[in-house]
Structure formats: structure tokens, C-alpha cells
């Protein structure tokens, strides 16, 4: 199974509203991403999990809090989200050889969120 | 991180090979050259990585120069499944990357039939 899979699909959240992104992943990788890409640009880094632990938080607003349970499961916890969140949200996996830059990352088709 | 530059748009014909060029005049000596491809609607996919040396996978090629300051994607017979932004990224060993991906603005790559 080399498959990354998020749900939902889609998702339409109020501003004062509180929902989670969830992502999961069952090839014993250790390393976890999320990244958020908006229309017609390139995805951006949002956070790192390595051996289920916050390794990179690339200075994103508390808004947005992240979560890793276990090794094959990540979440992405969204409260009080602005208009301009709305994005696809991609979470991501690899091995984690060495320090990770020979890994491949294996992506999921993303969140779809809009944030009215 | 080092940067790299890519031309915005490429087109191709079916069946014809393609060379997609990035240039990365900065890059250091551990800086591995990873190219991944985003199909419509989905999400990035793995294309190929190298550090020095040529690299051939059931994908595509990659050559890279002997001064590493550029390299080439190469598809060798394009297909229209092949359309997709084509991003080549410097992936650093070492420190605390973590694997870090920075995703440049990419090659929209264009395939007619």
C-alpha cells in the first residue's frame, strides 16, 4: 500500500467554526507533512512530524494546530480560520533516511477547505 | 536554501522527448536534486532525485551538470498523461531539514496530441 489518504475531500467551515483534516499513511513511514497550496501556486510548508514528533513549524498562525497520534495518523486541527485560508491542504509522507533528503515523499489528493 | 529557477511553460508534441531545464547557480555540496510533478487535481507526485551523477528511473532521466549549477529533466517519449507542473527542488542533507521541501513556481508542461 503505498497510498496517502485524507478526508474530507472537501470541506466548508465557518470563521468561528472548529473542524480537523486527517491523514493517514500505512507504509511505516516516519515522517509526516503538511503543506498548504493555494490556487495557481506552488504548495508551501506548513509543518514537520519526524519519529511523531513537531520537527519543522514553518512559522504558521496558532490557528492552525497540528497533531500526530501515532505513526501512520497526522491531523491538522483548524479554529477561528480567515477567508484567506481557504487552500488545498496537502499532508505528505516519507521514510525519514538519515535526515530525510533522499526521501521520497508520497502525497495524499489533499483537502479541498473553504473558509466562509 | 538555495534557490532554483525554471522556465514557466514548456510544450511538447506526443511521443517526442522533453527536456526540462532548472538551473541552480547556488546550490551547495549537499544539496540533493529532487523533481517531482503535479497532475491536474492531484497531488505532487515523485519524478527523480540525484546529487552528482546521471540518474535513470522507469519515469524519466536526469542529467546534471558536471558544475551542478543546472540540470535536466529528461521524459523520453511524452505522453498526454505527462501534462503537469514539473517542480525541481534542492533538497539539503545534513541539519535539521527534515526532509523540507521548497516548491519553486515550476515548468507548466504542455502536451499536444
Known amino acids: 500500500d503505498t497510498e496517502v489518504t485524507q478526508t474530507p475531500k472537501h470541506l466548508v467551515m465557518g470563521m468561528t467554526n472548529k473542524k480537523s483534516l486527517k491523514c493517514e499513511q500505512h507504509m511505516g513511514h516516519r515522517a509526516m507533512y503538511w503543506y498548504k497550496q493555494k490556487a495557481k501556486k506552488p504548495p508551501e510548508l506548513m509543518f514537520v512530524y519526524s519519529y511523531e514528533k513537531l520537527s519543522i513549524n514553518e512559522s504558521v498562525p496558532s490557528r492552525f494546530s497540528p497533531e500526530c497520534p501515532n505513526s501512520s495518523l497526522l491531523n491538522l486541527h483548524l479554529h477561528a480560520l480567515q477567508p484567506e485560508d481557504s487552500a488545498l491542504y496537502l499532508c505528505?509522507?516519507?521514510?525519514?533516511?538519515?535526515?530525510?533528503?533522499?526521501?521520497?515523499?508520497?502525497f495524499g489528493p489533499g483537502t479541498r477547505l473553504t473558509v466562509l | 536554501d538555495a534557490k532554483t529557477t525554471q522556465p514557466n511553460s514548456m510544450e511538447s508534441n506526443e511521443e517526442e522527448p522533453v527536456h526540462l531545464p532548472c538551473n541552480h547557480s547556488?546550490?551547495?555540496?549537499?544539496?540533493?536534486i529532487h523533481w517531482y510533478r503535479q497532475l491536474p487535481s492531484q497531488g505532487p507526485e515523485y519524478v527523480i532525485h540525484?546529487?552528482?551523477s546521471n540518474v535513470n528511473n522507469r519515469m524519466a532521466s536526469l542529467a546534471i551538470a558536471e558544475d551542478r549549477k543546472s540540470s535536466t529533466l529528461i521524459l523520453h517519449r511524452a505522453t498526454l498523461r505527462d501534462a503537469a507542473v514539473y517542480y525541481c527542488?534542492?533538497?539539503?542533507?545534513?541539519?535539521?531539514?527534515?526532509?523540507?521541501?521548497?516548491f519553486g513556481q515550476g515548468t507548466i508542461l504542455t502536451v499536444h496530441p
Open positions: 527542488i534542492l533538497n539539503r542533507a545534513g541539519g535539521t531539514s527534515y526532509g523540507k521541501l521548497t
Open positions: 547556488t546550490i551547495s555540496g549537499t544539496d540533493y
Open positions: 505528505a509522507s516519507s521514510q525519514l533516511v538519515g535526515q530525510g533528503a533522499i526521501d521520497e515523499q508520497f
Open positions: 540525484g546529487l552528482t
